[in-house]
């Protein structure tokens, strides 16, 4: 086995991108929270931006690597440290067989992402590696990870390789060697209160006009009730003009539902596969990392967006990792062979 756990930490489990095209059996979609954390944390571990990685939250874990192996690290700061020593996040890194890698307490941020050279070899259930621990399928076992759990990895792409013959080459009596390039932190716009763009819902004019005028103008504060299925928000209280009778109707990621409490709720990962609450809006889909990697206490201020402005920014992210792809190889020395 390639990885073993020492410490698992809060809630490490391994995740993807997701678990699609079985929603209309119930099915949830699941996968990373912060799937730009993820696709990044891939393709600078050499692979190309799906693969399983480890999603770590609030506080990470201890492992202890069994084999050389490449990886890298990305999302929220939980100041991780090999064999003693701070690493940095955002780049590739080299691991010497017999080190360990420790995770503190996230210092900013709320989730880290792990990914390795090939990924995490776990069953494929439905399409993907994701954890589903609430049906208890998909990752180890359908669960959390726990101490001594070994974890293999499948077989590293060719970038992979040339990442590893590269660095091992410089690494001398060294435990680790880390990359000199990077991928710089302005990238990942995570912060304690930040503006997310939202697209307006289906239901947003039943909503009375104070309601709507304080959605746009009144901070959200996220709550402890939150987790991957949903965060819970806590603000100005949210009141539709007369009572709405909806049918139960397939949701999202980023589905922002109003129960009766006025309080709104942000679907998230783990969301369910439908729901009955007026949809006030939408969180655009480029902007769900940042929810992602909220903590319980922070706060959160929508912004207005139209469907086409929410489109272009996503395909900018897109485009942006592209270039990252392209980038790594060029700077590396891997077009050049």
């Not at 699941?30 to 571990?45: C, E, P, Y």
């Not at 680790?176 to 912060?191: C, H, I, L, N, R």
């Not at 009766?260 to 009955?276: E, H, M, N």
């Amino acid at each position: 086995m390639s990885v073993e756990v020492i410490q698992p930490g809060v809630c490490t489990t391994v995740q993807d991108l997701g678990r699609y095209g079985f929603q209309q059996h119930g099915v949830i979609v699941g996968g990373a929270m912060d799937s730009f954390a993820t696709r990044v944390a891939n393709l600078l571990a050499g692979n190309q931006g799906g693969e399983a990685v480890l999603e770590l939250t609030l506080k990470g874990p201890a492992l202890l690597f069994h084999e050389d192996l490449v990886i890298a690290i990305c999302g929220g700061d939980m100041a991780p440290v090999l064999d003693g020593k701070r690493v940095d996040r955002n780049r590739p890194i080299w691991v010497k067989r017999g080190s360990t890698l420790q995770f503190s307490h996230a210092k900013k941020g709320c989730r880290t992402y792990l990914a390795v050279a090939g990924g995490w070899d776990v069953p494929v259930i439905m399409g993907s590696r994701s954890t589903n621990f609430r049906a208890g399928f998909g990752g180890v076992e359908g669960r959390l990870l726990q101490p001594k759990d070994r974890l293999k990895t499948n077989e590293p792409g060719e970038f992979s390789r040339f990442l590893a013959s590269a660095f091992s080459e410089q690494a001398g009596a060294n435990s680790s060697v880390q990359a000199d390039w990077y991928v710089p932190k302005a990238t990942f716009t995570y912060g304690a209160n930040p503006v997310v763009r939202v697209i307006r819902g289906e239901h947003y004019d039943d909503f009375s006009s104070l309601s709507r005028q304080s959605f746009w103008e009144e901070d959200f504060r996220v709550t402890p009730q939150s987790d991957r299925m949903g965060y819970r928000l806590e603000g100005p209280q949210l009141t539709l003009s007369s009572p709405l009778e909806i049918t139960s109707e397939a949701v999202t990621a980023g589905t922002i539902q109003v129960p009766p409490s006025g309080q709104p709720i942000v679907l998230l990962a783990d969301r369910q596969t439908t729901g009955g609450y007026p949809k006030i809006g939408y969180v655009a889909s480029v902007d769900l990392p940042v929810f992602a990697q909220l903590k319980p206490g922070d706060r959160v201020r929508f912004q207005e967006v139209s469907v086409g402005d929410a489109q272009r920014a996503l395909w900018e992210r897109d485009s942006e990792l592209k270039q990252l792809r392209v980038a790594m190889e060029l700077i590396s020395g891997w077009r050049q062979r």
